[in-house]
Every structure is written in C-alpha cells, then in structure tokens.
C-alpha cells in the first residue's frame, strides 16, 4: 500500500535559518505529491503540490521537487521567519486510492526562534 | 468565500454513546473528505462522499459512518463510542477532478 516517511520533529532553527524537512513515499504508479501546514488549533492549509516527476511546487517561499528515481518531495526554504512555526505534513494521493484519499506522514514540527 | 465549516467545535461524550459531526462545504464543492488525526495514528483517511454517494472508505470498523446530503453537505455518525475514537475530526472539501483538498478547523471529540 501507500505510505509516506518524513523526519522526525521536532526540527528547531533560529529566524533567517535554511529549512529542510525529508519526506519520502511508496507508492504505485504516479501519485501527486502535497505539503500540508497546520498551526495550532487550526485545520490543514495547503503549502504546495506536485502532479508528475519533476514539478517542483512553490509557495510563500517554500519549494519541493518530485523526485522519483529517489521517491521523495522534500521541503525546503531559503529563510525561515518565527510565523513559520507549525506543524508540516507530507502527503501523497494514489491513483489506486482515489484523488482524494490522501495518505499523510506523522508530520514534522517546526520551531523558529528569534 | 467562506471555507469549510465544521460543528460543532469541541464534543465530550461518554463511552458507549454516538454522536454526529456536520460538515458544511466550500461553496459549489461537491466533494467531501473525512479525516481522524490522533496523536498515535496521525491523520488517517475515514470516507469521502460525492453526489451523495460513499466513493471510497478507509480502514475503520462500521461504527463510523457518513452521509452527504443534495446541497453537499456531510455528516459523519460514530456509534458505540470507544475511548480511543478520541480524537480532531477533519473535513476537507474539493470540486471535482484533481484539485486540492481545502480543511476546516476540526472538531475534537473527546471520549471519557
């Protein structure tokens, strides 16, 4: 079946600092890759996604290549903030499990202290 | 454009007891996802709904079920409650086709 590995957490850098977060999947066939943020008492927002080897998706700063001779999509930024802080989850949806049953790493807490 | 509601916020309820959760849609999505994400599990897959119909299922025993009704919006039952169904709740709406996942804020259910 499907699963996704990311690193364990919690992962804590000083504001300004480059962030990686490892993620890596089993899959199927050619599932679409997603990074998910969640603060605190909130729901998931998504951070970014890529559909096919090699689309590197991007948003607010935060960018992750599909790699699929290595099968991983791991997180990065150039220079975290302390609003960065929150809890990051890798994703994959399988073409075998349906678009939209996505299957999530334990996630990675982030810390960023000033 | 309003995001996803859930309620209600927060559940306390006993074992052995059922409770409902609401789920209401972005509008004009006609997809919604159930998700339970615990501290030991994470977030798992529960069902997810389109057009009224169960599309898929993920790996729970037959006390959860769900339900979409015609202007989208879903219900997840839980019967015979158990202390480990403890636990946020969360739905996520999408139109159809490939597009992502947008959650709401969850409802955390705590068994006692």
């Known amino acids: 079946g499907n699963s996704v590995t990311q690193m364990e957490g919690p992962v804590t850098l000083s504001e300004e600092a480059f962030l990686t977060i490892n993620c890596t999947y089993t899959?199927?066939?050619?599932?679409?890759l997603f990074w998910y943020v969640q603060y605190p008492g909130e729901g998931l927002q998504l951070l970014l996604k890529a559909t096919k080897a090699d689309d590197k998706g991007s948003n607010k700063g935060f960018e992750a290549t599909y790699r699929k001779e290595t099968t991983s999509f791991h997180l990065e930024k150039g220079s975290v903030q302390v609003s960065d802080s929150a809890v990051y989850f890798c994703a994959l949806s399988g073409m075998d499990t349906g678009r939209r049953a996505l299957t999530f790493g334990s996630g990675t807490r982030l810390q960023v202290q000033p | 454009k309003a995001g996803v509601t859930q309620t209600p916020r927060y559940l306390i309820k006993t074992r052995g007891q059922q409770v409902t959760l609401s789920c209401s849609p972005i509008s004009g999505h006609r997809s919604v996802s159930w998700y339970q994400q615990t501290p030991g599990q994470g977030l798992q897959f529960l069902f997810e709904?389109?057009?009224?119909?169960?599309?898929n299922k993920g790996n729970f025993p037959g006390r959860f079920s769900g339900r979409q009704f015609s202007n989208s919006r879903s219900e997840m039952n839980v019967s015979t409650l158990e202390l480990g169904d403890s636990a946020l709740y969360l739905c996520a709406s999408s139109s159809a086709g490939g597009s992502p996942l947008h959650f709401g804020n969850g409802t955390r259910l705590t068994v006692t």
């Open positions: 899959a199927t066939g050619y599932p679409s």
């Open positions: 709904y389109f057009s009224e119909t169960q599309r």
